[in-house]
């Protein structure tokens, strides 16, 4: 056979001779189907989630399972049914779970949002009543950079069994709730009074002024105290409120009005598929066949694909081809082929036998199938630990419990244990349970069968005792013996779906004089191959289990044998080796707590083994807004039902156009070096391609960025290592690929620099600098108690966006015209540069952006490098051309958040009193200026945080290394000066011997205060928050808890701290604080609003419509906002700063003031006549029914020599509580508890603005503790995907997680749109409270392993950090001294 058959959304589908290579991914999107997104292209993120369903003959059911359709090869879906994003239901017609979750707020760019919906709706397809800790994981495979998890979370938890209980469905097991009411409970509760009705759509407008809005809410009905929303509330943990809380009402309001869920009405599973499963189609149907495929492209990589259905039929084609390549999950094969390039050109699909999915069980034990998928393997073992009881099944209870964190749904989904065995991974998480449960491997060839003891098997890094012909049938994993305990452990840098740095399978047996007769500690990430640790074992046997003295001697073997090198691939010598022993500390307890031995250490077992996780909850707190028709309610993002349906396009969606050409990256291979040549002709010579193109091929300017310092194209240095140093173009991206790899580049290698210590130590840097200096320093510190010097250190951040950078360009044939779709924040510099670099005027070229999947700052400048790679292509050729970075090219070439150092001196009283700070502090700009010195503003003029500092001395500069350019960030080093002196001030309690939390508070700028830049601070309400939420959130109370658990528990040590922010709005670049808008009024009544913002997920086409709406009066829906465009918003900011919407919002606002005016008379005159009717009259009076609107904002500008001007508009606030608790032993943890209350103004949309806030936090959380950003010394970038960088998952969120928005607060001084403030960037430091908290929480471990003093710790505090910096005698046994370290080189830095 040579087609595969299979169903799509409920249509049958017949590919005849599939393409070899391509992915179920790919395949979809070529078919139009582009819902489904490519995140990643490695397994990591879930983007690319849909839900294959397939009959399983040996279960005699139907399975559905999530599965990364981007490692998926399409060849294997024969047979089986796949349902995507697009199968569900539309924007007009959702299906529920695309309803709940778009109206609760859970998407925002919308991106990673078809992922969650189909992960979601194979959960429910499963368990149409799931339970909220289901819910939890089944988004273990997902990941969203936007909304910091907690509004999906929310929509999917309306599907809960718990909703049932609550009475928000109903309970006959299919039907959820229709019907649920808000407010108070109360019959006529006020909350649930309609406000009054403020939407005019004819009639005498009355438009609001935008700046003198009312300023007091008047909270409740009018009732007084009798209306119910100004009665106290209670508030489990809280203390009492009066406010009312809307968002509460809200979800309540929208909730109430989701469609049933009847899960009867789901696509059904063709009943054809059954049959054909079963092999029992009629003869005139077609029927499941082994398939033998050879590739009909010459260029294919895979040649053949050989689909067996036997075992016999497999060891044959095995023999026939003895290099052919099995594939079973295709987790381990497809990343390698995606990643490491790798090509297989026979290969066998293994999981379609089902000899290889037996499951037997005898009385030693149970022999598992090879190819069974994790997902069945979990389902298997749970079920025997149930019918045999925990004492037999330890082993398997290990294996169950390494595959709680092995991967996420949609690998575990379809990968096999064969596949992870016989991968040979150090880092393998089932390996060490194998081999210290004493499993074997049966092997089976032409020649017969043999067994294995896995033990055995593991002879080298991925090498193998498996010999040619054979493949692995099963694994025998033997039951437990009495006195036997057996334990698995791992630590990965993130909880959930992250590979092992440490694993571990570790078993004793003891007689029954507590003797140990056996054992056996198997680790893996500790040498090339999973090992035993011989030493430790004998060490352990003969000796008395609970014997202090064997503990000790167990320990210094393990420590001893498995000690790692300085240098050791991975990294991290230090903290794996203390693991080792950490872990087998943690056995030694809850091993002799099941032996029922006494000891002190099983007493606190309770510490030590892996507790439960919570299911997180959530609250939202704000008032209602009572002044206004629909400014500041809390409005869902407009297009979220097109999100949540897959319908919204992003540019890669956008259908090809006929003689399209993609672009592949040539990338350096040097950090630092000149180009002797490039040789192209191999790649040329490629079928496909159509040209090579180099710096010499730009016919305008060659150099872009403000500066000018940085080229398209090098045109004979390269300076950072992966550069685009030449583009191929060609018919396909793998073509364009593939060829760029063959491109020939010679270099002269010059000396590099990469990091900014060796930075500063070299004086390599640019020649700005930036100083804020006020009154005398030297003066302060002399007549300060204490005078501490230091040093702070945070690093680098990736954006992660979950769309990669991409643009098409579009040639128009004459005078030179262009149109670019870019992914892009910055649509004017996208259309200059596009315009400088083809050498026409800016006329001629128009940038349009519809929408991003995500941009944090990353798309402001960088993507415009992109833009001009696809319209220099489309100017050579006449062709158009599109470029979608890879995960790994983009995360090589798009610039992340600066790292930054400070040196400090601080005079402070022996209160903890700031007298005078003197600060130098350095960023890592990389080898260009890009947007450096705007960062680096930001970060000085933020070093001040919220606290008075009478005398100041700050310096900043920005290094030079041969690293991509570091770019803006969400924050835009702000939260890098703000985190800068925070660790400071920590230095400074530590010193004092005082609280943290009472420095910050003592230390708060008043009303009145001036800052080093010399703004008065008049709208200041952070010590108002502050006192609020320190009560609000009970912090004293909960500070004596947490120091009452510290001094319980000895392990577990918890965190508590409390930050303030605050946020100056502007940009530092005066001419880019205006805005401007272009809106239309249709004679048919419609609107058409065109502005300089773009739209990346953060809401601002929705606020702006509200604006519109406010304004002209008209409902919301009237208001359409289709793009941004530079054709008609011209000379645009950058969507940046957190200052579009006030920009934007004012332009608009302008503009359809105007409108309004002239649409008076009309509107008086035809009063009660509907608003189309009106337009068409104003139109045949010809009245102009469009108008611009324009915005600058006033009094702008600061002069950094003279310390004068403006610098900031106004500051957004904010105070979070973080609680944290952290395993000592590991240095993993969990973010127990944050409260958070921000001022936002007058809010125009509270519901985004809540979700900004959140997801704000969620990116600082990640800043600060999981994301790592790490380069090769060579100046490779190491963290080059979500494979080795950590963002936040939906299970790091805090567990519980409380924001507020502050209401009432006088906005009399603000000058703003609606009185409103911007929101994106501000909240984002507050995540940096759960780093202050896991500092406290170190801090109380060394206070008890007697190690007080100052800490200093830096940023981010990944499990590493936080686990060496407990200094307790495992850490310390573990550290490897300096003299050791010599001369050797780490084998990944943090720049
Ligand atoms: C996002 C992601 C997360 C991951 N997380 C983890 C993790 O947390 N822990 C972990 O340990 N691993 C992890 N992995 C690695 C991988 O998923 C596992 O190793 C998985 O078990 C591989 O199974 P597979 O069926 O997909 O293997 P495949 O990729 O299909 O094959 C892997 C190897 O096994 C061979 N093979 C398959 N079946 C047989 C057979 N019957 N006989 C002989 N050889 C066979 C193949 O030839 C190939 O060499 C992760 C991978 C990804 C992509
Ligand atoms: S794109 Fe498939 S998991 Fe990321
Ligand atoms: S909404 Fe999840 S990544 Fe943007």
Redesign the pocket.
């Known amino acids: 056979m040579s087609s595969i058959l299979f169903y799509l959304n409920g249509q049958r589908v017949v590919v005849d001779r599939p393409d070899l290579d391509m992915t179920l991914l790919q395949y979809l999107r070529s078919t139009g189907l582009t819902g489904t997104k490519l995140g990643c292209g ?3 993120c879930g983007a690319c989630t849909v839900m294959v369903s397939r009959y399983d003959t040996d279960e005699s059911r139907i399975i559905h399972s999530s599965v990364n359709a981007c ?1 998926c090869p399409l060849v294997t879906i024969d047979g089986k049914h796949v349902i995507t994003v697009e199968g569900l239901g539309t924007s007009a017609n959702p299906h529920p779970v695309q309803e709940r979750i778009a109206l609760l707020h859970g998407s925002q760019c919308g991106f990673c949002t078809p992922g969650f919906v189909m992960s979601l709706y194979t959960l429910l397809r499963n368990k149409p009543n799931p339970t909220e800790h289901e819910i939890e994981e089944c988004f273990d495979g997902n990941l969203c950079r936007c909304t910091g998890y907690r509004p999906i979370l929310d929509a999917a938890k309306t599907f809960a069994d718990m909703a049932w209980k609550q009475g928000t469905v109903a309970a006959d097991g299919t039907a959820h709730v229709v019907e649920k009411k808000g407010g108070c409970g109360i019959d006529g509760c006020c909350r649930l009074q309609k406000s009054p009705e403020a939407v005019v759509t004819n009639g005498s407008p009355i438009v609001h002024d935008p700046i003198k809005a009312p300023t007091s809410i008047t909270s409740g009905c009018g009732k007084g105290s009798e209306c119910c929303k100004v009665q106290k509330r209670h508030d489990s943990g809280h203390a009492e409120s009066t406010a009312v809380n809307q968002a509460e009402a809200d979800k309540a309001a929208v909730i109430a009005k989701f469609q049933r869920y009847d899960p009867t009405q789901e696509l059904i599973f063709p009943p054809f598929l059954i049959r054909y499963a079963k092999r029992t189609t009629s003869d005139s149907e077609p029927q499941l066949l082994p398939l033998d495929i050879a590739s009909t492209d010459a260029q294919s990589w895979c040649k053949r694909y050989i689909r067996p259905l036997t075992l016999s039929a497999l060891l044959t084609a095995l023999e026939q081809y003895p290099d052919a ?11 390698e082929i995606k990643l490491k390039r790798s090509k297989f050109a026979t290969q066998i699909y ?2 379609d036998i089902p000899e ?1 999915r037996l499951i037997s069980e005898t009385p030693e034990g149970v022999a598992f199938g ?2 069974i998928t ?1 997902a069945k393997f979990e389902q298997a073992l749970d079920a025997f630990t149930a019918k045999h009881g925990e004492r037999r099944t330890q082993s398997l209870a290990a294996l169950r419990e390494n595959l709680r ?4 749904n949609q ?1 575990r989904n ?7 065995i ?2 040979a ?1 150090p ?4 390996n060490p349970v194998f081999l210290a449960a004493g499993a074997t491997l049966t092997l089976a060839s032409t020649q017969g069968e043999r067994q294995v003891p896995i033990t055995e098997f593991f002879l080298g890094y991925r090498r193998t005792a ?1 010999r040619a012909g ?4 099963s694994v025998s994993v033997p039951f437990n013996k009495e006195g036997e305990v057996i334990r698995a452990f791992k630590q ?1 840098k993130r909880k959930d ?4 740095i440490v694993t571990c399978g570790l078993r004793i047996r003891v007689d029954e004089n507590q003797r140990v007769v056996d054992a056996a500690f198997a680790y893996g990430g500790v040498a090339p191959t999973t090992v035993l640790a011989h030493a430790a074992a004998k060490a352990a046997v003969g000796g008395t289990w609970g014997d202090r003295e064997v503990l000790d001697r167990v320990l210094g073997a393990c420590q001893q044998e498995l000690k790692l090198d300085y240098a050791v691939p991975g990294g991290m010598a230090e903290y794996r080796t203390a693991l080792t022993t950490s872990f087998l500390f943690k056995f030694w307890a809850v091993s002799c707590c099941a032996l029922r031995i006494a000891c002190a250490e099983s007493a606190l077992a309770h510490e030590l083994d892996e507790e439960e996780r919570v299911v997180s909850k959530a609250r939202q707190e704000y008032a209602p807004v009572e002044d206004r028709a629909i400014v500041g309610k809390g409005v869902a993002h407009l297009a979220a039902l097109k999100q949540v349906t897959g319908e919204a396009r992003y540019v890669d969606d956008m259908p090809p156009i006929a003689g399209e050409l993609h672009v592949g990256l040539v990338l350096s291979t040097r950090a630092h070096a000149h180009i002797l040549g490039i040789n192209a002709d191999k790649a040329l010579a490629l079928p496909g391609v159509v040209r090579v193109l180099t710096a010499r091929d730009v016919p305008g300017e060659n150099h872009w960025n403000i500066f000018k310092d940085e080229e398209i194209l090098p045109a004979d240095t390269v300076h950072y290592y992966g550069q685009p140093l030449a583009l191929v173009l060609a018919t396909t991206q793998k073509t364009a690929q593939e060829a760029a790899r063959l491109v020939a580049v010679t270099y002269e290698e010059l000396p590099a620099v990469l990091s900014i210590r060796d930075a500063v130590a070299q004086s390599s840097f640019y020649d700005e600098t930036r100083q804020l200096i006020n009154g005398d320093v030297d003066k302060a510190l002399a007549a300060a108690d204490l005078v501490l010097d230091g040093e702070s250190y945070c690093g680098a951040q990736e954006h992660f966006y979950l769309e990669t950078m991409g643009a098409i360009a579009v040639p128009k044939g004459e005078d030179g015209e262009m149109e670019v779709f870019a992914s892009t924040q910055n649509p004017t510099e996208a259309q200059m540069v596009v315009a400088e670099v083809l050498g026409v005027p800016a006329s001629r070229v128009v940038c349009r952006v519809k929408r991003m999947g995500g941009g944090f700052g990353g798309k402001e400048s960088r993507s415009v490098l992109i833009a001009a790679f696809a319209a220099l292509g489309a100017h050579h050729t006449g062709r158009s051309v599109r470029i979608a970075l890879d995960r790994d090219e983009d995360m090589q070439v798009s610039g992340q958040r600066h790292p930054f150092y400070g040196r400090w001196t601080v005079g402070v009283t022996k209160e903890g009193r700031i007298l005078g700070l003197r600060a130098r502090i350095y960023s890592n700009g990389g080898f260009s200026h890009d947007l450096s010195i705007g960062v680096l503003e930001r970060a000085v003029s933020h070093l001040d945080n919220c606290y008075r500092m009478p005398a100041t001395d700050f310096v900043g500069r920005v290094c030079r290394t041969n690293t991509q350019s570091n770019t803006a960030f969400r924050s835009f080093g702000g939260c890098q000066g703000m985190f800068l002196s925070e660790n400071m001030l920590c230095e400074v309690a530590d010193r004092l011997i005082l609280s943290v939390d009472h420095v910050r508070e003592i230390n708060l700028y008043q009303t009145g205060d001036v800052t080093p830049f010399s703004q008065k601070l008049d709208d200041w309400n952070v010590p108002q928050m502050w006192a609020q939420l320190k009560s609000k959130a009970c912090y004293d109370e909960r500070r004596q808890a947490v120091d009452e658990f510290n001094r319980q528990s000895t392990h577990r040590k918890r965190g508590l701290a409390m930050l303030p922010t605050k946020f100056g709005i502007s940009f530092g670049v005066k001419h880019l604080n205006q805005g401007m808008a272009l809106v239309h009024i249709y004679m048919d009544g419609s609107v058409l609003v065109a502005h300089g913002g773009t739209e990346m997920g953060q809401g601002l086409h929705t606020k702006m419509a509200m604006v519109a709406a406010e304004t002209l009066e008209l409902p919301l829906e009237s208001i359409f906002i289709s793009e941004t465009a530079t054709n008609t918003a011209a000379n645009t900011s950058p969507t940046a700063a957190s200052a579009s919407s006030d920009l934007n919002g004012f332009a608009v606002y302008n503009a359809c003031k105007e409108l309004a005016d002239r649409l008076r008379p009309y509107r008086e005159r035809m009063a009660g006549e509907p608003f189309a009717k009106i337009a068409k009259v104003a139109y045949l009076d010809r009245c102009n029914l469009t108008a611009a609107g324009h915005y600058c904002t006033p009094d702008i500008g600061f002069n950094w020599m003279k310390n004068e001007g403006l610098l900031y508009f106004y500051f957004t606030q904010g105070v979070a509580i973080a609680e944290v608790e952290l395993d000592t032993l590991t240095g993993s943890h969990s973010t127990l508890r944050v409260d958070i209350i921000m001022d936002v103004g007058r809010s125009l949309n509270k519901a985004i603005d809540i979700g900004q806030i959140e997801g704000a936090f969620a990116q600082g959380q990640g800043w600060t503790t999981t994301e790592e950003f790490l380069y090769f010394p060579n100046g490779r970038l190491f963290t080059t995907g ?2 080795n960088y950590k963002i936040p998952s939906a299970m790091d969120i805090p567990r519980d997680f409380r924001v507020d928005l502050l209401e009432g607060s006088d906005t009399s001084v603000l000058r703003t749109i609606f009185s409103s403030k911007g929101v994106g960037e501000p909240p984002l430091f507050l995540g940096a409270s759960v780093f202050f908290a896991l500092r406290d929480a170190v801090l109380a471990k060394r206070r008890e392993v007697g190690v007080p003093g100052r800490l200093v710790m830096e940023s981010p505090a990944t499990p590493e950090i936080l686990r060496m910096a407990c200094e307790d005698q495992l850490a310390q046994m573990a550290r490897i001294p300096g003299v050791l370290k010599e001369g050797k080189t780490p084998f990944v830095v943090r720049i």
């Open positions: 490695e397994g990591g490692l390549k099995l594939v079973a999950g295709n987790s381990e094969v497809g990343v293994v999981n290889l090879a190819n994790l964190y092995f991967a996420g690998i379809v990968a096999t244990i064969a596949g992870n016989v991968t991974s880092i393998s998480d089932l498996m054979e493949v692995l049938v990965a779906d992250d590979i092992a979500p494979g």
